[in-house]
């Protein structure tokens, strides 16, 4: 094609306007190409170019080459580097292989012999074959350093001949589904995780369970001494029971402090489906790992606290720490949009107390526990303001730490002593 008559930017302008033909440049090789464009980048200037007249000349080179952008903007700069365009063959230089299929095969011979062996047990067998019973064959092979033995373990010689490769299997455990609940904006959908208290001289410190529902956030916590079966089972039956609303979904990590047979068959009683978190999914359980931080971490800190007040602290969630976060604390629930582009957007514009929430869904009373009416727990509720009853948590929380052995703790002051607040 003869573009000789296109010199100017309006022209190529002009050009890409009217071009509904579809007319193109056709080379007989890469070279060819190479070097009209070399000669159009020449002719317009580009280099001299503003960002707007810059645009308009790759356009015009992409619609007669049909070439992307992208390998539209590889050439130019190989022109502004070099000053001309060279045909890439994508050749590069390489080193000699040093190990031929001959020694591949020796390999292979020593690996089948021997049933794969390690690879400093392989190169051992390699360097005796050629040192003690002088077998020529093995002198170049017996020089490979352990690290390439791996490598030429990978080779598709190695591989259609070898006896003995064969792939980890993954461990399965066929308790609980690995998935991400849907809860179909119901309560009842239930995340649970572990957050340990610390250690100190070798002895492990309690352990939190902290168990949130997905849809109102109702948050229960609980307190063991240590996560075997013998002490959480029994926690955990009493954890499940302070919910108001019915339990359909238990959802955890992959631990196997829920992931065992004992719990499985605890909430198959309870007719409460298990699921798990799945394989690089970091926000299947995201709910509770962030109000392990919010409530648990910022109320009950990071020092280590022995395993002997796990029985006390358990008393002081149930009876005053549990109805503050369900009944007092408000939280935030996200409003999601969808944007243009089909992304969800989260707004935290909404914040209410999680007991506000479960009633502001629709037929809020369907989902509660048959021996639970909604007049009950407004009178829990609503008995003292979220003011009077915060306070009355956080002096109950003063007189816990105080109880621990300070000498050992060393818990801040600040939980050890409140001087009162004037206005």
Request: with cysteine.
């Amino acid at each position: 094609m003869n573009d000789d008559n296109v010199v100017t930017i309006d022209q190529a302008r002009d050009f890409l306007k009217l071009n509904k033909e579809g007319a193109k440049f056709t080379a007989a090789n890469k070279q060819e190409r190479n070097s009209w464009i070399a000669k159009t980048l020449d002719k317009f200037g580009y280099f001299k170019c503003r960002k707007k007249e810059k645009t308009i000349v790759k356009n015009y080179i992409k619609e007669m080459t049909g070439l992307s952008k992208m390998q539209i903007k590889k050439l130019i700069w190989r022109k502004r580097k070099f000053g001309v365009i060279n045909y890439d063959s994508g050749k590069r230089h390489r080193f000699a292989r040093k190990y031929n299929p001959a020694d591949i095969a020796l390999l292979i011979k020593t690996d089948n012999s021997h049933n794969r062996l390690s690879g400093p047990a392989t190169k051992e067998i390699l360097v005796r074959e050629y040192g003690i019973f002088h077998k020529k064959e093995y002198e170049n092979i017996k020089d490979i350093s352990v690290s390439h033995l791996y490598n030429l373990r990978s080779t598709r010689q190695y591989i259609s001949h070898s006896l003995t490769i064969q792939k980890t299997n993954a461990i399965k455990v066929l308790i609980g589904q690995r998935m991400k609940p849907d809860n179909h904006g119901m309560p009842g959908f239930l995340r649970v995780d572990t957050v340990h208290q610390g250690d100190l001289d070798k002895e492990k410190g309690v352990y939190h369970i902290n168990i949130v529902d997905e849809v109102t956030q109702w948050e229960i916590i609980g307190c063991v001494e240590k996560i075997s079966e013998l002490y959480l089972l029994p926690l955990l039956a009493d954890l499940l029971e302070q919910f108001p609303f019915v339990i359909i979904n238990f959802h955890s990590d992959n631990g196997s402090e829920y992931i065992n047979r004992k719990v499985a068959k605890m909430l198959n009683k309870m007719m409460i489906k298990q699921t798990k978190s799945r394989a690089r999914q970091h926000n299947d359980n995201a709910l509770a790992e962030g109000k392990n931080n919010g409530a648990i971490r910022k109320n009950m800190g990071y020092r280590f606290i022995g395993k002997e007040y796990a029985p006390v602290i358990n008393d002081f969630y149930k009876k005053f720490f549990n109805p503050y976060l369900n009944y007092h604390r408000p939280c935030g629930y996200a409003t999601i949009t969808i944007d243009k582009k089909g992304k969800e957007k989260k707004k935290y514009d909404t914040y209410q107390m999680p007991y506000e929430r479960l009633k502001s869904l629709p037929d809020a009373e369907k989902y509660l526990k048959p021996e639970i009416t909604f007049s009950m727990l407004d009178e829990a509720a609503y008995a003292q303001s979220d003011n009077e009853f915060g306070q009355k948590m956080q002096d109950k929380k003063v007189e816990l730490f105080n109880s621990f052995k300070t000498s050992k703790l060393q818990f801040p002051t600040i939980f050890l002593s409140r001087a009162p607040v004037t206005i």
